[in-house]
């Protein structure tokens, strides 16, 4: 077990989290319950979850020195040693053709969406990640092509408010991790190059207004006329206090605790963020099923 803890790690299964944003069509669009829809969401979602993996491995490889120099990421596989380059390309390639197998099997219109997202992030592990807003952007994009993976396989027309509150919610919480970086290049630790271009000041700022704008986005999506008649409630403004916690006590931990390094980790551990999201996705429950 031992031997096999740090090719595990390599995947980063924790980061499949992220890949939750592939049941958004199903969800919203009332049809969790479906058996046909909700296997092939799995599905992608299984086949997103091997591509991202084989991608991470690609970053680990590339942020090596970098990650060695790191207080937190030194200890990464690759970084410290215990996974070698070889056997790491291996497992990547192998995760890579499954993960691109199994989602052209299933459906050509998610295969080319994988192969889009895995070209991306080529592209941001190699050259876009040093260059300062584009690499949050790309980030955000990420979690855009998750849900059209959702609605790829199952059919369900995305709505714009659907891609509007992933897109700034994701670009949010990459701005957080961006602001989590400065910090520790302040306290003259060695940090990644990507934090060239932002300063505390920006990245305060930057997180602030996109704070503001999911809110204020969020309550706009509750009370608008066509979501009030396609769920057939108008008492969806109330879910809306939900959200306003979980941004605040976000920004409660990134400002006041200093902990926005990782926004995967955050969640498995903050128990507030825990119950947050649980009431809201219970309350969202019982207004649309």
């Not at 206090?241 to 931990?253: A, E, K, S």
Request: aromatic share 12%; net charge positive.
């Amino acid at each position: 077990m031992q031997r096999i803890k740090p090719y595990i790690i390599l995947l980063r299964p924790h980061q499949y989290l992220k890949n939750l944003f592939v049941f958004a069509p199903l969800f919203f669009g009332g049809k969790m319950l479906q058996g046909d829809p909700l296997l092939a969401t799995m599905l992608a979602f299984a086949a997103f979850s091997l591509a991202a993996s084989s991608v991470y491995i690609l970053n680990d490889y590339k942020d090596t020195e970098e990650d060695r120099a790191h207080p937190v990421k030194k200890f990464r596989p690759l970084a410290s040693g215990e996974v070698s380059v070889e056997a790491a390309f291996i497992l990547m390639v192998v995760l890579l053709l499954a993960g691109m197998g199994l989602a052209f099997l299933q459906n050509i219109n998610l295969f080319a969406i994988i192969c889009g997202y895995v070209l991306l992030n080529v592209l941001y592990s190699l050259r876009l990640k040093h260059l300062s807003l584009v690499d949050v952007f790309i980030i955000a994009l990420g979690f855009v092509l998750r849900i059209y993976a959702g609605a790829a396989v199952t059919g369900i027309p995305l709505s714009v408010w659907i891609v509007l509150m992933t897109f700034l919610l994701a670009l949010f919480l990459a701005l957080a991790k961006r602001r989590d970086d400065i910090l520790l290049a302040g306290q003259r630790r060695s940090v990644r190059k990507n934090i060239d271009g932002y300063t505390i000041e920006l990245a305060n700022s930057a997180m602030t207004i996109m704070a503001s704008v999911i809110m204020v986005s969020y309550i706009m999506y509750t009370v608008s006329a066509d979501v009030i008649s396609k769920f057939h409630t108008d008492y969806l403004y109330t879910t809306a206090i939900f959200v306003l916690f979980g941004i605040l006590r976000y920004l409660q931990i990134t400002f006041v605790e200093h902990k926005s390094g990782s926004p995967t980790m955050i969640l498995l551990k903050d128990r507030l963020l825990q119950y947050t999201l649980v009431a809201w996705i219970f309350s969202f429950v019982i207004m649309i099923y």
